[in-house]
């Protein structure tokens, strides 16, 4: 099995930041990820209707069976 080497300077300087480098890039990715989900994040009022539709529907579920669930 052949051993690819490198020169020494690379091996002194390079090589040992490399996992340093390596976990900078996937953070950075990570947090550019994370804000380009913030930023093309839809607003979509439908859907908290029909939320707010099925909360109110439980509540008149849970109340016709005896549980008190509180009022906002």
């Not at 091996?11 to 950075?28: M, Y």
Request: charge should be negative; charged fraction near 20%; proline fraction near 6%.
């Amino acid at each position: 099995m052949e051993v690819v080497s490198f020169p020494e300077k690379i091996q002194n300087e390079v090589v040992p930041v490399i996992p340093f480098w390596a976990l900078i890039s996937f953070g950075s990715y990570l947090l550019f990820k994370l804000g380009w989900g913030v930023f093309t994040f839809n607003d979509v009022p439908e859907a908290h209707k029909e939320l707010m539709g099925q909360i109110s529907q439980a509540r008149v579920e849970l109340k016709a069976q005896g549980v008190d669930v509180g009022e906002d």
